[in-house]
């Protein structure tokens, strides 16, 4: 994620949680529809609005970054 944030500099922030935190956010977990595989991907657009749910943690960059583009044409 280091990369990513390096460049996309300040239009995208990322935050990775680790599996003892998610742990303690099952309520959000299960909002997303990821109670099954207990983890996944989230983009939000600037506003909060929840743009992408990428289920599960076996996506590489490629997806990742369709991800982020997508939330930031978005706005």
Do not use: C, W
């Not at 280091?2 to 239009?11: A, F, I, W």
């Not at 109670?35 to 992408?52: E, P, R, W, Y």
């Amino acid at each position: 994620m280091g990369e990513l944030e390096q460049e996309y500099g300040d239009r995208v922030y990322f935050n990775v949680i680790s599996a003892g935190e998610t742990a303690k956010r099952q309520d959000e977990v299960e909002a997303f529809g990821f109670a099954d595989l207990k983890h996944g991907m989230v983009g939000f657009s600037s506003d909060g609005k929840n743009l992408i749910r990428v289920p599960g943690h076996q996506f590489g960059r490629e997806r990742i970054e369709a991800a982020v583009k997508a939330v930031l044409a978005a706005g």
